[in-house]
Nanobody, 125 residues
Framework: QVQLVESGGGLVQAGGSLRLSCAAS????????LGWFRQAPGKEREFVAA????????LYADSLKGRFTISRDNAKNAVYLQMNSLKPEDTAVYYC??????????????????WGQGTQVTVSS
């Protein structure tokens, strides 16, 4: 069983930055993609970013390109999300997730089968 634990969320003013971390335990994730999703109140969970198992490629939601950066450290079984120039519309619960199929990097929730409990990010205007 894989456990994912996010940290780093909080309250920040618009224009500020936050760095989310996600630590995994229970299984090595080095052959699986890792992703970040977010869910705002009353909305569906949406894709934020994903990084391939070998960190060679990264995918981003079109609206977030240039502001968010995903990275991973396979030695630490961890994934990170650097968020810059935050906007009030970035307010959401952010979830990290582990890919369902080895070596495949997807953008849909169905492509991930292990999820963290989420960390709240609130951006004030």
């Amino acid at each position: 069983q894989v456990q994912l634990v996010e940290s780093g969320g909080g309250l920040v003013q618009a224009g500020g930055s936050l760095r989310l971390s996600c630590a995994a335990s229970g299984r090595t994730l080095r052959t699986y993609a890792l992703g970040w999703f977010r869910q705002a109140p009353g909305k569906e969970r949406e894709f934020v970013a994903a990084i391939s198992w070998d960190a060679v490629s990264a995918l981003y939601a079109d609206s977030l390109k240039g502001r968010f950066t995903i990275s991973r450290d396979n030695a630490k079984n961890a994934v990170y999300l650097q968020m810059n120039s935050l906007k009030p519309e970035d307010t959401a619960v952010y979830y990290c997730a582990s890919g369902r199929n080895p070596l495949y990097t997807g953008q849909g929730t169905q492509d991930y089968n292990y999820w963290g409990q989420g960390t709240q990010v609130t951006v004030s205007s």
